[in-house]
């Protein structure tokens, strides 16, 4: 039986990734129901094409060409379940915008991802990164995630435990292709207390007490903050965040402390969490710009395609600030996005 797949060759990626990069899929679908999702992975297996989940492309960068089926996941709505007291679920199709999403459950009056405003990417996305901002992460609200197990091509419903979520990483993450998400329910609460312990927050808030604010409020003031700190995608092409926070031992912390006093860093039950973007600065690179690429002149964490630059541009930047990082401090950075295509 067919579900109406409209299956396009060459087609441009430029616009769905945020980064910007120009490349093409050998073949192109949109994905709007579970169906339809098993009707394109059963053609591309016919086919021996590999494929591609692709959402809104903002923790991705393209090294080039994709030789293969790109399913982009249209799958559209929003519900509330489990209406119970002051607390409700949010349940999200894997298609929604993320920061639609915030903005909808503040408005609301529903607490619990207000701190996550625009966080670029679709619902769908959140899971596999453990997307997190401001002293809060996705895992700390969500219920469930539906998913397609793409082995036995059955609809699955994964708990809190099975997705065995950590900093910036869960179990989609560390098992591509395992499972592609459908949904997600996300448990809020009109009276959980808000999450204003960070420093940029605390400042742009000024006096004004905890009791006093809205979500919405709250999504609002992230929102500024994130404005003045981060680049647009839509005007300069970013992924966000390039580097991940680096976690180190306490042994290393101390001997890198000894030698720069001033290292910035957060202390972790089972080590401590370094600021990445300190580390990259002090190397130097914060403001630098390239022919094509460079590293944001506010956050040295985001690199920027400011002029039309490839995978291979960004990449190789990309390479340079690690390796400065490492010879100056002793410290690796992990890349937080995906690599499409080898290099």
């Known amino acids: 039986m067919s579900y109406g797949l409209h299956i396009r060759e060459q087609v441009s990626l430029k616009d769905l990734n945020t980064m910007a990069i120009d490349v093409n899929a050998k073949q192109f679908v949109d994905i709007e129901n579970a169906d339809q999702l098993v009707e ?49 679920v949010l349940a999200l199709s894997a298609g929604e915008i993320w920061h639609d999403a915030v903005l909808y459950a503040a408005r609301s009056g529903y607490r619990g991802i207000e701190n996550l405003a625009l966080i670029p990417g679709t619902a769908g996305a959140a899971p596999v990164q453990n997307i997190g901002a401001y002293g809060v992460e996705l895992c700390d609200t969500l219920e469930s995630v539906t998913a397609l197990d793409c082995v036995s091509r059955k609809v699955v419903t994964l708990d809190t435990e099975a997705c065995q979520f950590a900093y910036r990483d869960s179990f989609f993450k560390r098992n591509p292709g395992r499972y592609i998400i459908l949904e997600i329910r996300l448990r809020l609460s009109r009276s959980a207390p808000l999450k204003l312990g960070y420093r940029d927050l605390q400042d742009y808030l000024g006096d004004t007490e905890s009791i006093e604010l809205t979500p919405l ?94 995978g291979a541009d960004v990449l190789a930047l990309a390479e340079e600030v690690r390796g400065s990082v490492q010879k100056k401090f002793g410290v690796g950075l992990e890349v937080e996005p995906g690599i499409v295509g080898s290099y």
């Not at 060409?65 to 509330?80: K, N, Q, S």
């Not at 500024?224 to 680049?231: E, G, M, W, Y």
């Not at 290393?252 to 202390?267: A, H």
Request: charged share 25%.
């Open 40 to 88: 394109a992975l059963d053609i591309a297996a016919e086919r021996q094409l590999e494929t591609l989940v692709l959402g809104g492309g903002s923790n991705l960068v393209f090294a080039g060409d994709f030789d293969g089926l790109v399913l982009h996941i249209a799958i559209r709505g929003r519900r509330w379940e489990k209406i119970d007291g002051d607390s409700a």
């Open 217 to 310: 409020e709250v999504a609002e003031a992230v929102m500024a903050v994130r404005r003045r700190k981060l680049p647009d995608p839509d005007t300069l092409p970013n992924t966000g965040s390039f580097f991940k926070n680096p976690v180190i031992g306490q042994a290393q912390f101390e001997r890198l402390q000894k030698s720069f006093p001033d290292v910035v860093f957060y202390p972790l039950a089972d080590g401590v969490k370094l600021a990445a973007a300190w580390l990259i600065d002090q190397a130097g690179w914060k403001g630098f710009r390239n022919a094509r690429v460079g590293i944001h002149n506010r956050q040295a964490l985001v690199l920027i395609n400011h002029s039309h630059g490839n």
